[in-house]
Structures are given as structure tokens and as C-alpha cells.
């Protein structure tokens, strides 16, 4: 009984956390602005879209990978696995929910593209100090 | 994370996460050793991770602590927020040796075990406390906020994984491994926190709720 009240609240609790959590990173990366190059390569024009996230994504694999983004990208990639849930789920019956869900997909796929660009900018000095050497 | 604290000149503020961390290395350097001398199963084995784990779990706990005072600073709250936490650490450690008294073999492992178990999930009750206290008192340092989620995701996984595993002992070799990707969370976590976050960063900590306020 016990044990069974709890794994309910922890549950709960780890959801809240963890929504608010990926909330902080998204919130922290959308004061970065994207350069054009950028842009151009994740296909942002306008603005950034939930579609985009899986594409994004295959370029950051392409790059060098840098550990402290990992944790940021990763917890990301899950958020944005779970809002593919509640958008196939719940939020095909509550279109504020709807609305809402698309919006936050599309701030993952805007943290994707900074961490590309951060990555892209990391690979450059790691080659110009190959080239100074 | 100590080095990126270091290096981002943040060690001394939050002197406690760091030494939790630091010493949360020291005790997997032990356990390793200890597990490629006598083995995974071996009774040594069992009772260091069991003991180093307490031990941990009560740094963290502490640490938390220091994540309160950071938070209720202006207040000069910090004589009241450690003596809650004592007071808090003693009343978790008699409930522990209440429920433990009656089983009399290994009085002590049991205790030690137990009282891990309950500091995860008093430990998550806390960090709900703070974090409802962040937004009602519009904390906005964005590497503090950063730093009590994802110690609430750590402790809410800890809490969550002890709680299945008293619910369904079978599932235990699934859940037990778990605990291992689990506490990479943690360190990574606050790494980001401090290596990309610079401390003068603001957010609105009212927009990062799940129900808007």
C-alpha cells in the first residue's frame, strides 16, 4: 500500500519535473539567435517546426560529439518523445493541447539547431587548431 | 561537474553539490574495486554499496539543504532551514527504526537500506516544496532552477525504481540495473548547468510549469 502510493507520486512528480526541466533548457536556448548558415542547414526558415526535429537531429549526429551537450540533447529527444504521445493521444481530442504540443516540438527542434551550431562552431576551432599545428 | 564548477568559477557557492559529487566519485572508485576483488554477488560487495549508498543519499539530502538556503537567502532564513533539515533527517531516521525494529536479524543492514529508501522519496517531497517555492517566490536564476529540476527528475527516478521494486520483487533484475543509468542523469545534469549556464542567466520560472500560473 505503501510502496504503491509512493511509486503514484513519484510517477507524478518525475513527470512535472521533467516537463518543467526540458521547459529550462528550451527556454534557455530560444534567447540564441540562429546564424543564417544555420539556418539554411536545418531547413528553419521561419520558424522552427516539430517535423523538423528528426532531421536536426541526423546532422547533429554527423558532427563531433561534445559531452556536455549530451545530457541537454538527449533529455530533449525524450520531451519531445513524450509530447509525440500526448499529440497522438490525449491532444487529438483537446485542440488547445494540440495547439500547445506543436509549439513545444517546435522549441525542440529550435534547441536542436543551437546545439548544431554550437557543435559546427566547435568542429571549426578543433580544425583551425589542426591547421595552426 | 566539479571540473566544469571549477572552471566556471561556481565551486565555493555551491560547495556541498560539489563534494557530494566529489565523494559520490571516491565511493564508485571503492565499489569498483571492491566488485573486481570479491565479485557482484559477494556479501562485501553487497554491504559497501548498501552503506556507501546511505551515506550518499544523506550528502545529497544536505545538499539539497544548501539548495533552500540558496533560494530563501534574502530571507536570512538559514539557521531555520538547518535546523528543519536535522529535525526532518531524525524524524525519516526513527520512522526507519520503527518499521525495521521488528525484524531482528541484520538489524543494522536493514536500517542502513531502509532508511536510503525513504531519504530518495523524502528527498523528492523536499525538492517539490522548493520548486513550488521558486515559483511562488519568482526565483528567476536560471542554474539554480536548472539545478533543483533535475535533482527532483534524479530523486523522483531513485524513488520511483525502490517503490516498483517493493511492489513487484521479480522485476527486481530489471529494475536493479536501472539504478546505474539512473545516477548518470545527476552529474550530467548539473555539468550543463554550470558549464552552459552562466550564473547571471534569468528566466520567467512561471512559464516552466506544467499547469500555468
Known amino acids: 500500500m505503501m ?51 528528426a532531421r536536426v537531429v541526423q546532422l547533429l549526429q554527423l558532427c563531433p560529439d561534445r559531452p556536455e551537450d549530451r545530457s541537454g540533447i538527449q533529455a530533449i529527444g525524450a520531451y519531445f518523445n513524450l509530447l509525440g504521445f500526448v499529440r497522438s493521444t490525449i491532444a487529438r481530442v483537446i485542440p488547445t493541447l494540440r495547439t500547445w504540443t506543436e509549439r513545444e516540438r517546435g522549441q525542440c527542434t529550435y534547441f536542436a539547431a543551437v546545439t548544431l551550431e554550437r557543435r559546427i562552431a566547435f568542429s571549426r576551432d578543433m580544425f583551425a587548431q589542426q591547421l595552426e599545428s | 561537474m566539479v571540473v566544469c564548477a571549477l572552471k566556471k568559477r561556481a565551486f565555493r557557492r555551491y560547495l556541498l553539490l560539489n563534494l557530494y559529487m566529489a565523494t ?54 538559514e539557521r531555520y532551514v538547518k535546523m528543519g533539515t536535522l529535525l526532518l533527517l531524525a524524524g525519516t531516521a526513527l520512522f526507519t527504526y520503527a518499521v525495521v525494529e521488528q525484524s531482528t536479524a541484520k538489524l543494522v543492514t536493514h536500517f542502513v537500506v531502509e532508511l536510503s ?97
Open chain 2, 24 to 77: 559520490a566519485v571516491v565511493s564508485e572508485l571503492g565499489r569498483f574495486k571492491i566488485l573486481a576483488e570479491y565479485g557482484f554477488s559477494s556479501r562485501q560487495y553487497q554491504y559497501f554499496y548498501y552503506y556507501s549508498d546511505a551515506i550518499l543519499t544523506i550528502f545529497l539530502y544536505f545538499a539539497l539543504s544548501t539548495l533552500y538556503a540558496h533560494v530563501f537567502s534574502e530571507m536570512n532564513a
Open chain 1, 3 to 53: 510502496a504503491a502510493f509512493i511509486l503514484i507520486c513519484s510517477v507524478y512528480l518525475l513527470l512535472t519535473f521533467f516537463v518543467s526541466y526540458c521547459r529550462s533548457l528550451l527556454a534557455a536556448s530560444v534567447k540564441h539567435a540562429l546564424s543564417a548558415e544555420v539556418q539554411d542547414v536545418a531547413g528553419i526558415k521561419n520558424s522552427a517546426s516539430g517535423e523538423d526535429f
Open chain 2, 117 to 213: 529508501q525513504n531519504l530518495y522519496f523524502v528527498g523528492l517531497v523536499l525538492t517539490y516544496v522548493l520548486w513550488a517555492a521558486i515559483l511562488k517566490l519568482r526565483e528567476t536564476r536560471t542554474r539554480l532552477i536548472q539545478l533543483v529540476l533535475s535533482l527532483g527528475v534524479y530523486f523522483s527516478l531513485f524513488a520511483a525504481n525502490y517503490a516498483i521494486r517493493n511492489l513487484y520483487p521479480p522485476l527486481s533484475s530489471v529494475f536493479v540495473p536501472l539504478v546505474q543509468v539512473f545516477g548518470l542523469f545527476l552529474p550530467l545534469a548539473w555539468a550543463y548547468a554550470f558549464w552552459r549556464l552562466p550564473e547571471d542567466a534569468r528566466l520567467v520560472p512561471a512559464r516552466l510549469a506544467v499547469i500555468p500560473r
